[in-house]
């Protein structure tokens, strides 16, 4: 599955558009997930594992942005 399909997937998935930025963050996040998860248990997930937590980490790094919006005027932390 190319890049751009997984990034449409995913998208549909979560309801919402990615940037490529956003979508390279959670890459990053999934990889870690997978390596503390999977890999320092001697494991290796299903293609349907590796979606699922794509999704979650999608759906949480979104809700961080979300968050990070109500906390920020003009990307100044509000004191």
Do not use: H, W
């Amino acid at each position: 599955m190319g890049k751009s399909m997984f990034k449409k997937l995913l998208e549909r998935r979560i309801g919402q558009a990615l940037s490529d930025a956003e979508l390279k963050e959670i890459e990053k996040m999934v990889a870690d997930d997978i390596a503390f998860n999977f890999k320092s248990f001697g494991k290796k997930p299903s293609y349907n594992e590796v979606i699922a937590i794509t999704e979650r980490c999608a759906i949480a790094f979104k809700r961080c942005l979300q968050q990070e919006d109500k906390n920020t005027i003009y990307g100044f932390y509000k004191l």
